[in-house]
């Protein structure tokens, strides 16, 4: 089994420097990885990302990570980026990465992703040209976690493979929120990247008022990560090794049986605690 740890929505800033940071000592005894799922700060600035680069510099674990909405407030977000690869975290937006677990590769695509709603409630490509540019760039970051997804599948040769956004692939982890509000915090177009290219779990954060258990419609795991929603410092996911990388039908079928071996580890933690470009 591959233990995944992940959390989002951490919002870090200089007034809760050191918060996680007992928790997160402890993931070498619960957790294979270290998954951040966005809005690691509060306003996107250079001073806050710092913090959360401390908090999770030389950690037992490695650390892969997207940004969320909140890193982008400053317009600072490539220099957010550059203070946590400085420590080693692997920032990724349309691209993989592959951690090596106890000779097990585990490939993790991810994106920001973006807004725009799901189906029978979505926005269009059409009309003006800025409603055209929120759906293509939502778009956009659904083929970059796709193309990511199939090169950890067919190049690089990952019987495990992660997707990891911000914004929610699925409503289904919504619940909790204002319906009014679910196209600005996910997209479907997420989920049919994870679908057509196949994944073992898929891990978001953004909806503070969600839930944290779903599933595409092609039977993948989705997981609401946002601390708010864990009540906890991370939570602890084990995922099946499989002997060959997995098809979207293998990923759905592994996906069902695996919701069993989940492992609420990171509740224990919290109260005591090659990158392809």
Known sequence: ????????????SPESAGALRPAFETLGDSADLLLLAGDLTRHGTVEEARVVAREVAGLPVPVVA??????????????????????????LEGEGTV????????GV????????????????????PEMKAFVRYTRRCADGLATA????????????????THFSPVPDTLAGEPVEIYPFLG????????????????????????TEHGMTSGGVR???VAQPVL???????????HTTPTSLVGASAEAGAGTRAETRAGTRAASGGARLR
């Open 1 to 12: 089994m591959i233990r995944v740890a992940a959390v989002g929505d951490i919002h870090l």
């Open 66 to 91: 997207v940004l969320g909405n909140h890193d982008y407030q400053s317009d600072l977000q490539d220099d957010v980026a550059a203070v946590l690869s400085e420590v080693g975290v692997r920032v």
């Open 99 to 106: 951690v090596a677990v106890d000779g097990t590769r585990v």
């Open 109 to 128: 695509a991810g994106t920001k992703g973006f807004g725009g709603g799901f189906a029978g409630r979505s926005a269009g490509e059409f009309g003006e």
């Open 149 to 164: 997804l199939r090169m950890l599948r067919d190049e690089a040769d990952c019987p495990v493979r992660i997707a990891l």
């Open 187 to 210: 997209s479907y177009l997420l989920a049919e990247a994870v679908d057509e290219a196949g994944a073992d779990l898929a891990v978001h954060g953004h909806a503070h008022l969600g």
């Open 222 to 224: 989705v997981r609401n």
């Open 231 to 241: 009540g906890r410092a991370f939570a602890v996911y084990h995922l099946p090794v």
